[in-house]
């Protein structure tokens, strides 16, 4: 077992085509090695073909810089509060208070897994009522490629004058009623990190309404110059735009979206089917068909009576290393546990696959759980903090073959105790 190679949650995957180096090479060899150029142009009018609806698009250097950017575009200033899911990856909320505005966390709903429209309206009239002012965004979040209701998030929006910004980094490709995500509110995020949809190493993009709101973006992520010879400045502006290499990348990535997204489908599938047997795990699906979910990563949820072998061990040890630990400096801790974490018997089946050199992971926790974040005003159901404790991240993507998925479903089947 140990000479298995790793199986990793989601990782980068070129095209077999090798369109990526082509496209990189071309940067090299005409020399735009720059943040503009063929590929940054090429790149959007290919994303712009994909999510259709007549929206522009701007690469960008990150997601995180494409949250940023739109919530200034909408008027976001210090002091400002702007609703965002709960049960989000960070990169959600963290461009709000670098703003100095206020994240206020709404929970989500047990469907979708997503932000919950009813709460969702509750927090805008509360908010209003103890602020006198209402928030100046809504940010629902495609967890996991789930879309949320986007139909209902709408309605409130436009019923509240509050303006949508998307955030589809996970969902790249998942469409709800057929509408690709991303192209419904006012501004749609997409991130191309090494492990999204499709990369171009590190990157994102904004969905602009029109040419007008785009060239906004754009002027933003370019250092807000004025038309002078020289370097004249009236706003303050960022150095977010995509360099030509990456965004070389992200063509070649283009031509392999479409499989892809038929890939993450099939093993979500697979994982449905092989599971099924075992009581106490449930797959996260679609509450119905117009939720068309990429399955960016496949989740599961474990009940808290399943036993799973080596239980009495989870939690023991300070954990060295953390999640996404690869990537960065991780802060050494001296506790192995906080007062909100998943179920003793999820962090067995976690240690127990990553024995048999299975990379799971557990769900994002949600925000308004988050110490940095305790401050926040928070609409809380308890759905997010519920799921946080039985729920599993389980490795997809195109590196993850048939077989891949047939030995992870036999190692969870064989760590029940
Ligand atoms: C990845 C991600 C982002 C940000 O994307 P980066 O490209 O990594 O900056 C934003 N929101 C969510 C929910 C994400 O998962």
Redesign the pocket.
């Known amino acids: 077992m140990s000479e298995r190679k790793r199986i990793y949650l989601c990782l980068a995957h070129m095209s077999e085509n090798g369109m990526e180096q082509k496209y990189v090479k071309e940067a090299f060899d005409t020399n735009w090695v720059v943040p503009l150029g063929p590929n940054v142009n090429g790149f959007e009018a290919d994303l712009e073909k994909f999510v259709g609806q007549d929206k522009k698009v701007v690469a960008l250097s ?3 810089a494409a ?1 940023h950017l739109s919530l200034i575009a909408c008027g976001v200033k210090a002091g400002d509060e702007v609703l965002v899911q709960s049960f ?2 960070c ?2 909320s963290h461009p709000i208070t670098y703003l100095g505005a206020i994240p206020v966390f709404v929970d989500s709903e047990k469907e979708s897994w997503n932000i919950d429209p009813d709460l969702l309206e509750e927090a805008i009239l509360d908010r209003k009522a103890k602020t006198g002012r209402l928030p100046k965004a809504i940010v629902p ?1 495609a967890l996991y490629g789930m879309p949320y209701d986007i139909k209902r998030i709408m309605e409130i929006g436009e019923k509240y004058g509050i303006p949508v910004i998307e ?1 589809a ?2 969902g790249f490709g998942s469409r709800f009623d057929g509408q690709v995500l991303g192209t419904f509110g006012q501004y749609g ?1 997409l ?3 090494g492990n ?1 949809m499709i990369t171009t190493s ?3 993009a904004l969905v602009c309404p029109d040419k007008e709101a785009a060239d906004k973006i754009m002027w933003y992520a370019t250092q807000a110059r004025e038309a002078y010879p020289y370097y004249q400045h009236e706003a303050i502006g960022y150095n977010y735009r995509m360099s030509n290499i990456c965004a070389g990348i992200g063509r070649g990535q283009m031509t392999v979206i479409d499989d892809h997204l038929k890939h993450h489908k099939h093993v979500q599938k697979m994982y449905e089917e092989l599971l099924a047997d075992i009581q106490g795990v449930t797959m996260h699906t679609s509450p119905s068909p117009v939720y068309d979910a990429n399955y960016w990563l496949c989740t599961m949820c474990l009940d808290p009576q399943v036993r799973i072998k080596g239980q009495e061990n989870a939690y023991k040890k300070v954990i060295t290393g953390a999640v996404g630990g690869a990537a960065g400096v991780i802060h050494a801790v001296d506790s192995a546990t906080t007062d909100c974490q998943p179920n003793d018997n999820v962090e067995a089946l976690r240690m127990f696959m990553d024995a048999a050199q299975i990379e799971a992971r557990p769900l994002w926790k949600p925000m308004h759980k988050q110490p940095v974040y305790k401050d926040a005003p928070a609409y809380v159901n308890g759905v997010s903090e519920s799921l946080f404790k039985v729920g599993m991240c389980l490795p997809a993507g195109p590196y993850v073959s048939d077989d891949d998925v047939r030995y992870i479903c036999d190692v969870i089947h064989d760590a029940i105790a």
């Open positions: 990150s997601g995180t949250v989000t990856f990169a959600s979040v955030d980094a996970e995020i991130s191309f990190n999204k590190g990157g994102g």
